[in-house]
Structure formats: C-alpha cells, structure tokens
T-cell receptor, first 114, second 113 residues
Framework: EAGVAQSPRYKIIEKRQSVAFWCNPI?????LYWYQQILGQGPKLLIQ????????DSQLPKDRFSAERLKGVDSTLKIQPAKLEDSAVYLC????????????FGPGTRLTVL | AQTVTQSQPEMSVQEAETVTLSCTYD???????LFWYKQPPSRQMILVIR??????QNATENRFSVNFQKAAKSFSLKISDSQLGDTAMYFC??????????FGGGTRLMVKP
C-alpha cells in the first residue's frame, strides 16, 4: 500500500510570511497526526485528528498555527505569520485508529524561516 | 504528562558488534506502549520494535531486542550484529491510551566498518 505522502518536501520563507503543508494519509486510516521536529530533537505532537474532528491540539500554537482535515482524508497545516523558531521538519503520520494502532510516518517537510 | 529521556546523544559501534541504547520514562499511567523508532538521514520514521507495558516478556524483532524494566521505568534497545544500514537516529517513544506519542530527544548511532 502507498505510504503517507507530504508536500512540499522543502520550503524556505522569510519571517512573517505564510506557509502551508499538505498531507495525504494511508488509505483507510482514520487518525492523522502532525508533528514538529526541531533539529536535534524528537518529534513533538502538534495536533491529532480522528476523521475530521480534532482529538488533541493542546500543543498547537493557535495564535499562528492552524490545521484542518475537512473531508476526513487529506490535511493541511498552516503557519501565519511564520517566526524564525518555526524552522523545523513537519511530519505527518496516520494510523487506522487510536490505540493500539501503529502510526506510519511521512517523509516530512523541512521548513526554513529566514 | 509523560516524559521520555534518552541520555546518550551519540553512540558508535563497529560493524557486527552489539550496542545498547538507553531510555527512561516517567508516567503515572499503568497501561501504555513503548516504542523504538529509527530515522535514517532520509527522515522517514520507521518503527523498529514495540513493547506492551502489561507484557513481562521482552520484545524481540530479529537483531533488535529490548530490556523492559517496568518498575525502573527503563526501556533499552539492543542491536546485535550491527550493520552499516543501522546508522540512524533512534527515538524512544511512549504511547498513552489515546495513541498520542511522546518522543525522547534521540540517540545518533553510527555503525563503523
């Protein structure tokens, strides 16, 4: 089966600009996750969707970050406006459901904010 | 809230030898899962091995095995017969009942020929 797809793979923007990332999960996977991985650190969960509803977004900086999964399949993560500290790899993952299903990760989008 | 600590930022091992990566965690939950993920330079995170907290038997997957000490909240990964392809970042992760993962800071493993 096809894996989790993400685009773009790389993005360079200037601070205060906006950026959006796209994720297509594995077919049939109800749960989708967005992680932020700062260089040299482990991934940090930003938001978790179950179908098109938000399960947890407690670590999402809601003043500048937003995410949606309108039809319960693809998802977009947006940053507006970007700050220097947002430079990171943004990973998308999906699973069939919640516990105890394995999460499958996409290749990530590397964001550089100048 | 859960915390996961990996105390070894970097490690190296000679090809064909054995290496052990350390991980400790803190939680008040009783039912949880622990994982080791591998992240090669290409960045795709791959599951290496998992352990259910209610199982006393340590998990094994081919050359990879864990030493799970629930009382000590310790979860180490042993890689036997190390191969060049094992070179990667390794992350220990804790999963709660809601399927939310908390990752450690990672250990960079270099396998030398």
């Amino acid at each position: 089966e096809a894996g989790v797809a993400q685009s773009p793979r790389y993005k360079i923007i200037e601070k205060r600009q906006s950026v959006a990332f796209w994720c297509n999960p594995i077919s049939g996977h109800a749960t989708l996750y967005w992680y932020q991985q700062i260089l040299g650190q482990g991934p940090k969960l930003l938001i978790q969707f179950q179908n098109n509803g938000v399960v947890d977004d407690s670590q999402l900086p809601k003043d500048r970050f937003s995410a949606e999964r309108l039809k319960g399949v693809d998802s977009t993560l947006k940053i507006q406006p970007a700050k220097l500290e947002d430079s990171a790899v943004y990973l998308c993952a999906s699973s069939r459901g919640t516990s105890p299903h394995e999460q499958f990760f996409g290749p990530g989008t590397r964001l550089t904010v100048l | 809230a859960q915390t996961v600590t990996q105390s070894q930022p970097e490690m190296s091992v000679q090809e064909a030898e054995t290496v052990t990566l350390s991980c400790t965690y803190d939680t008040s939950e009783n039912n949880y899962y622990l994982f080791w993920y591998k992240q090669p330079p290409s960045r795709q995170m791959i599951l290496v091995i998992r352990q259910e907290a209610y199982k006393q038997q340590n998990a094994t997957e081919n050359r990879f095995s864990v030493n799970f000490q629930k009382a000590a909240k310790s979860f180490s990964l042993k890689i036997s017969d190390s191969q060049l392809g094992d070179t990667a970042m390794y992350f220990c992760a804790f999963r709660n009942a809601g399927n939310m993962l908390t990752f450690g800071g990672g250990t960079r493993l270099m396998v030398k020929p």
